[in-house]
């Protein structure tokens, strides 16, 4: 493992046991989270963005398996981890926020005995676990955090729910915080409030964030590197410049076409992606993206490409920008 990464996924490939058979959700998936970074993982539903964080925590449903590859955290083997290990790192080393804050807040506790709760590893006394629940929802934009200390969550509205999960996973400072589509529910003023929020909030703990997002402006905002997926692979890697100003990647260069704010045509049709993405349980021979590449040729429908380009830096899964040995 590279020391300067707090985790590093490497061929990462789970599958799911269904009624249709075994399911490749995601395929030798390589990713890796630099110490004090915001690396972005976008793609649409379906892509194995959710599998991929259930397998970095060991949360994934009882019918999933990983097949291959190794997850390290900290120089750690998180695969190789017994579940005792593994919950000591869960909520504390990593921490997670998910796209609706009501999974994390339980609605018949107040939110002062909910963030005292989870200091449950500090050796302090409750005031001082209360003083340091004040201090947390302060940072996150609480606005009299201290009287609202005992209120319960449906006395807030949604996006101060989000800002208190955000402070319950922060709370025990964790190395790497992860993002699970969380603003996708806001709506875009709120959206923007939590984005800054969470970037100060990173650069003063210094931790690492992993966000998923299907939303381009968001990652492009926030994030310092970029990792699309697609269909449970990652067909394109870079910074934020690489995947923005020069995409590589069909998918990619579709993806941003697509993003409403970087239209330039005043238009009542929002444009997509025509095609659906691939059916897991009848994947391709070639490229995981031929059914719906627009610049497919003959050896995409029968010749997987390969993640290439400069090591660890920017890099596609695509023939077009790979051409292969003796081509
Ligand atoms: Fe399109 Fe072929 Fe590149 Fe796949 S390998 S993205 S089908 S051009």
Redesign the pocket.
């Known amino acids: 493992m590279n020391p300067s990464n707090v985790l590093e996924i490497k061929g990462l490939s789970v599958e799911f046991s269904t009624e249709r058979g075994r399911l490749p959700a995601l395929r030798n998936v390589d990713l890796a989270v630099p110490a004090g970074a915001i690396v972005g993982v976008v793609g649409e539903s379906g892509c194995g963005k959710s599998t991929m964080i259930h397998s970095i925590v060991r949360l994934l449903s009882p019918n999933g398996r990983v097949v291959s590859g190794s997850i390290h955290f900290e120089g750690s083997d998180l695969l190789g981890m017994t579940e005792p290990e593994m919950r000591s790192i869960r909520g504390d080393r990593i921490s997670m926020v998910s796209q609706d804050p009501m999974i994390s807040l339980n609605p018949v506790l107040s939110i002062g005995t909910q963030m005292v709760d989870i200091q449950y590893r500090e050796k302090l006394d409750k005031s001082r676990k209360r003083a340091r629940a004040v201090t947390m929802l302060q940072r996150v934009g609480i606005p009299d955090a201290a009287e609202r200390l005992d209120d319960y969550p449906h006395q807030f509205s949604g996006g101060m729910r989000q800002r208190i999960a955000i402070a319950m996973a922060l709370q025990a400072e964790p190395s790497l915080l992860i993002a699970d589509e969380p603003t996708t529910a806001l709506d875009a003023t709120l959206e923007v409030q939590i984005i800054h929020r969470l970037q100060e909030l990173q650069q003063s703990m210094g931790c690492s964030i992993l966000f998923i997002s299907h939303h381009l402006g968001v990652i492009a905002e926030l994030c310092d590197l970029v990792v699309v997926m697609y269909g449970g692979e990652v067909v394109e890697n870079g910074t934020v410049r690489d995947i923005f100003h020069r995409p590589m990647?069909?998918?990619t260069q579709k993806l941003i076409e697509c993003d409403p704010a970087r239209m330039v045509e005043i238009t009542r049709v929002q444009p997509t992606i025509p095609g659906e993405v691939p059916d897991l349980a009848r994947l391709p021979a070639g490229?995981i993206?031929?059914g719906r590449?627009h610049?497919?040729?003959g050896k995409?429908h029968d010749q997987p490409?390969a993640l290439a380009g400069q090591d660890g830096g920017h890099r596609a899964r695509?023939?077009?920008t790979d051409p292969g040995p003796g081509t």
């Open positions: 990647h069909p998918y490229c993206f031929s590449c610049l497919a040729f995409c490409p695509c023939h077009l």
